[in-house]
């Protein structure tokens, strides 16, 4: 905490303008956007920021009482609003609190003014795209608001309460972790998910792929499959969307194994990268050689935020962590091999959670989980060639067999000279 006696003025009033800055963005725009109305503007924001800043350097202990004599005037003033205005919204009021409460975070400490930079940046941006985010509301249906809703309840109620050790009962199992994984994976889907949400039923046939690469490369393939048969003609840019869904389940494998095991990632990143690239370049050449008249409609793609698949991914994970222990302890390294490879024909994150980290208790080697990873990667593959192949047409399963056969063969050279 910064004291006023003793710290330079022109620490002061360096901090007292980081405040007044901060007050005069939310001011313009509320402003701006007319939300503010008679209520707060350009001026009063400020206003409010040099208020916090000031009673929070002088006089710390009273901030509380500050506050609340703050909310009296108010309430009056958003009394008034709704009565003349006729405007129910609370949005500037509690613009109004945070400026003061950031005002007061830019006296508190240098890491209290930083925050309150990057809060006032967020808040400012969050105020600023109403339109949009009440557009992105009305796209969602109220069985997916409800389904989203419940998993976060959830993760807010169950995280915190699950034991964060090992338990005899559960075989040594960490239950915090298991859900916290639950929560990383379906929590990388739903991002994309609602990327897709944001994006409209317009969105291209690229990006399609990219998104259901995060949330069901399998959905995806499936999908382009079944519009294959109905139209023979679709083959090429279904392939490119079967292919991009395919390989962007690489990069995702490499965002998991950067959270739970940093130390892994330069191993896993050379076999995963090379697989990468090798099919980015392959859906490339699909798309130059799709022509402009080749346009399919993506289907919707499932709310991850839902409870049913979430339990049961805890449950394959719970099961591979186990299984791929129990592997290690009995049959060393061919074990673990045959875990990641069985494991990885339904689910690739469950594995490369897994052995990232084992890898990071040490339990198994950088070497062997790295080869157990994108031995779980090329048999998902593998599922993914072989959906198209018998679900679609021969066309399209030729050529979707024919370019994810060259990307995890790219892989499998990687692996060997590095491994």
């Not at 506050?67 to 009296?72: E, T």
């Not at 980290?357 to 090329?378: D, F, M, P, Y």
Request: charge should be neutral; hydrophobic fraction near 55%; aromatic fraction near 8%.
């Amino acid at each position: 905490m910064i004291e006023p006696a003793t710290a330079p003025l022109s620490e002061l009033i360096l901090r007292l303008l980081v405040a007044l800055g901060l007050g005069a963005l939310l001011g313009l725009e509320r402003e701006q956007s007319e939300s503010g109305g008679s209520f707060a503007g350009s001026r009063t924001f400020p206003l409010f920021a040099l208020y916090g800043a000031l009673v929070y350097a002088f006089f710390p202990d009273v901030l509380p009482l500050a506050f609340g004599i703050l909310v009296v005037p108010l309430t009056v003033a958003y009394g008034a609003k709704v009565r003349y205005e006729r405007d129910l919204g609370l949005t500037t009021l509690m613009a109004a609190l945070l400026a003061v409460l950031l005002g007061a975070m830019t006296m508190h400490s240098d890491q209290g003014a930083t925050l309150a930079v990057v809060v006032g940046g967020i808040v400012t941006v969050l105020l600023s795209v109403k339109d949009p985010i009440h557009k992105f509301a009305d796209r969602i249906e109220k069985s997916e608001r409800r389904a989203s809703a419940k998993f976060i309840l959830i993760v807010l109620v169950v995280l915190p309460s699950l034991p964060n050790r090992s338990l005899e009962v559960l075989y040594g199992l960490n239950p915090r972790f298991v859900w916290l994984m639950v929560v990383f994976v379906t929590g990388l889907g739903f991002v994309a998910y609602l990327l897709g949400r944001v994006l409209g039923p317009e969105r291209g046939i690229a990006v399609t792929g990219v998104i259901g690469g995060f949330v069901s490369s399998t959905a995806t393939t499936v999908s382009m499959a079944g519009k294959t048969a109905q139209n023979e003609t679709l083959y090429r840019v279904c392939a490119f969307a079967v292919v991009t869904a395919s390989v962007v389940m690489f990069p995702r494998a490499l965002v998991e194994v950067s959270v739970v095991n940093p130390a892994l990632l330069p191993s896993v990143a050379l076999p995963m990268g090379a697989m990468t690239v090798v099919g980015a370049v392959a859906a490339a050449v699909l798309y130059w050689r799709t022509s402009a008249e080749e346009t399919v409609e993506p289907d919707e793609l499932n709310n991850p935020f839902r409870l049913r698949p979430a339990l049961l991914f805890g449950a394959i994970f719970a099961v591979v962590l186990l299984v791929s222990e129990y592997a290690n302890q009995w049959l060393g390294a061919s074990g673990i091999y045959a875990t990641a490879f069985f494991s990885g024909l339904a689910d690739v994150d469950a594995m490369t959670l897994t052995l990232s980290r084992l890898a990071a208790e040490g339990t198994v080697s950088t070497e062997v989980a790295t080869t157990g990873i994108v031995i779980a990667a090329i048999a998902n593959t593998f599922v993914k060639a072989a959906l198209a192949f018998l679900l679609g047409t021969y066309r399209l399963g030729r050529l979707v067999v024919l370019v994810l056969g060259t990307v995890v063969a790219s892989g499998v050279v990687i692996l060997a000279l590095t491994v």
